[in-house]
Nanobody, 118 residues
Framework: VQLQASGGGMVQPGGSLKLSCVASGGTLNTYVVAWFRQAPGKEREFIAT????????DYQGAMKDRFTISRDNGRNTVYLHLNNLEPEDTAVYLCAAKGKMALKYDYWGLGTLVTVSS
């Protein structure tokens, strides 16, 4: 399965964005999907994950307060809603997928850049 993230852009502090991760070459509904981000000069950072059915989500710490992961398996798409963005959220946002029993994320898409600046 191939993944493509989109929806990034430049936004002012306090703004919102909706990122999409669209799958092709296969159906996404059997995969666990996660969002990560990588800021310039920093390590890749886990944001959130969602189960194959969407019934379970998990977030890294305080990100749950401002970010929401969701999915629409009918559209082969997983979303990441970013709210109340801060300059520190500036990063390339990537989505990844793995089988339910897999230990690591095997499928990665090209990221989408989010820039938060006034």
């Amino acid at each position: 399965v191939q993944l493509q993230a989109s929806g990034g852009g430049m936004v002012q502090p306090g703004g919102s964005l909706k990122l999409s991760c669209v799958a092709s070459g296969g159906t996404l509904n059997t995969y666990v999907v996660a969002w990560f981000r990588q800021a310039p000069g920093k390590e890749r950072e886990f944001i959130a994950t969602i189960s194959s059915t969407g019934s379970h989500t998990d977030y890294q710490g305080a990100m749950k307060d401002r970010f929401t992961i969701s999915r629409d398996n009918g559209r082969n798409t997983v979303y990441l809603h970013l709210n109340n963005l801060e300059p520190e959220d500036t990063a390339v946002y990537l989505c990844a997928a793995k089988g339910k029993m897999a230990l690591k994320y095997d499928y990665w898409g090209l990221g989408t850049l989010v820039t938060v600046s006034s």
